[in-house]
Structures are given as structure tokens and as C-alpha cells.
């Protein structure tokens, strides 16, 4: 069996495989390795970015949520605020509404005890006239100088006080 | 029966000034060659990102030899993949390509039909190349030429010319020899394997009637050699794993 062993025919059958190597390396096993490496990388690829995107949601999701919680906080804030601010107004309003009220009535009495003392003053001038010229008309002498005047007025006081 | 067991050469080609003669074995690889290429060009044809029908299985293919290669060889698999890839799926096709051995050789039919055609063409039956052991050797020197280049490109010649006296300096004539008996026995039971149940499947031919034989070819033909290109391209790997580790 040995004797059948050729140089050529070994040189023959080592270009056939290598050519045959080279070939299948080439067109068969780079190509379809690469192929499927690339789709491996580009369903990782997309299977992370996915994932990613998922992440990135719930986090919007929290930090909204977050928003919201303050946004509500805020909001109370403000309704507080403002009915602390429209009960301070009001019973700002209230009491000057109150005062102004209370200027008015006190301003009317005011008036009405100048106008009550003019009137007693009034009053009081002609019940002395009336007095005097009654009591001149009793004594029949003209009493109206001015001693008897002040005795009349002092004598109507006296009456008034009384 | 000598007709079967030593290759014949069906024609010389005179090149350069010497004469190369093509024994049926390096025919029958050209054919195994044109059939592989045809099959990778088919297989490999606008390849889409969804696989479908014959895409699953080139990918079947390629993804088994990949692990293969990774499982037994490791981080440096992607050197050593197509060689182990080619030589698995050659050896494959080339062992079990006897079972087209009961297709009529040119002289039978010639007989048959009596066509002078036939007659013109050199008497040629299909055989596994091999059966040759020119083809046997050249690979399994191959694959020792690439165990050899794995070590020296990975770990340089200091490193493997260290490697060579591990486990310890009194072994370096043994690793040395290694060389030579990988070689070998590569070769020689691949060739032994494949020659002997072509002789046997022969002989069974000749003496049990047709329909019986099918069921031994299976097991001779198609069996034994998908076993026997398993069993090349395990040690092939086994070796550079080695090598390169």
C-alpha cells in the first residue's frame, strides 16, 4: 500500500483541500458566523434599548409623579393661603367697616347734643326773656338792665340744674 | 478486488516539465469539492435576517462546528473553525459518498447499452477518496502543520519550544515524537477505517443478493464514516487545543 504513495498526489490533494478551506472559510463559515454575530448584536442591541427606554418611562413616570405630589402640595399651599388671606380681609373690613360705623354714630350724637345744646341754649334765652318781661310786668318797672338780667339767668340755671 | 483497493490513476497531467498523475481519489475529491461549493452557494444565498428553510440548516451548521470549536478549543476558536468545519463536512461527504457506489461504472454501462460513449470514458467507480491514503496523509500532516503553526503563533517559539519539555525536560523526545505518531495514527485510521469497510461493503456486494446490503451499508458506509469524521476532526481540535493552551 505504501508504494502508492506520490509526492504529486499529495500536492494534489493539499491544493484541493486548501483551495476547498479557503472557499468554505471564505463564503461559508466567515459569512454566515458574521451574519448571525451581527443579528445577535443587533437583537441585544434592541432588546437593550428597549430595556433602557422602559426605565427611562418609569423614571419620567416617578419624577411626574413626584411633579404632581408638589404640584398638589402647592396647590393647598395656596388654597391656605389665600382663605388665611381673605379671612385676614375680611376681618380687616369687618373692623374698619366697624369703626367707620362707629365715627358715623358717634358724629351723629355729636351733632345731636351741639344741636340739643343750642336749643336749650335757645330755650333757655327766651324762657328769660319771657321771665323778664313777665316779671316786668308784675313790678311794672322796666327790670331789663343788666343786673337783673344776670340774676334772671343765674336764677334759670339754678332751675335747670335742679 | 485489487481493482478497489489501489488507487488508479485515470490520467496523467503533464505540467512544468513533470507528470502528475490523477488517481480516482483526486477526481472523486473534485467532485465532493463541486458538490460542497454548489451546496454552500445554494445554502448561503441572500441570507435574511428571519432564517427560513435552508437558511436554518446552513445555520445548524455552522453554529455546530462554532461550538464544537469553542467547547474544545476555547478563546482561540475562531482561528481554527473553518479548518475544523471544512475538513468535518469533506470527510463526512467524502466517507459516505460509497453509498453511490452502486451507481454503474462507465464499463458497465457500456456493456449495457453498447454505446461506444461509454466506452471512452475511463472505468471509474465511486469510492470514498479516503480510501487513498495519499488523501489520509496529506490531512493528517495538515492538521499537525496547524497544531504546530496554532503553538507558535499563540505562544511564540520560546513558549513552544518550552511547551516541549513540559511536564518535565526528560519528556522533550517524546513530545517530539508526538509529532510524527499524531501524523500517523491521524491518518492511518482513517484510511484503515474507510478502506476496510469499502473492501467489506465490496465484498459483501458481490456475494448477498441486492436489497440485503442495504441495511450493512448503513452501518459501514454511512456510520462509520460520519464516526470517522468525527472522530479526525475531535482529535484534530483535541491536538490545537493543545497546542494552543
Redesign the interface.
Known sequence: ??E???Q???????L??V???L???R???????Q??EN?TN?IQEAIDNAEKNKSDAVEMKKKYEEQLKTANAQADSILNEAHAKAAREYDAIIASARKDAEAVVEKARAEIEREREQMLKDIKGQVAGLALAAASKVIEANMDNERNRALVDKFIDEAGAA | MENV???NNIFTIHIFG??????D??IM??II?AF??II??VF?RN?K?IPKGKQNV??TF??F??NFAKNSIGHHWRSF???L???F??LVVANIVSIFSILPTSGELYKITGLAFFKNIPEFTIAPPTK????T???GL?TILIVLGAAIRFKGVKGWLKGLLKPMPIMLPFNIMDYGTRTLSLSLRLFGNILASFIIMELIYGVIAPVVPAALSIFFDLFDGCLQAYIFVFLSSFYISEAVE
Open positions: 500500500m505504501l502508492s504513495l506520490n504529486y498526489k499529495f500536492l494534489m490533494v493539499a484541493n483541500l483551495v476547498l478551506y472557499f468554505l472559510k463564503f461559508l463559515f466567515k459569512r454566515v458566523t451574519f448571525m443579528r443587533s | 483497493m489501489k488507487a513533470v507528470n502528475i498523475p490523477i488517481s481519489s483526486i475529491m473534485w469539492m460542497l461549493i454552500t452557494l448561503t441570507l435576517t446552513i445555520e455552522v453554529d462546528i462554532n473553525a473553518p479548518y468545519g471544512t475538513i463536512i469533506f487513498d491514503l495519499n488523501v496523509a496529506t490531512m495538515m
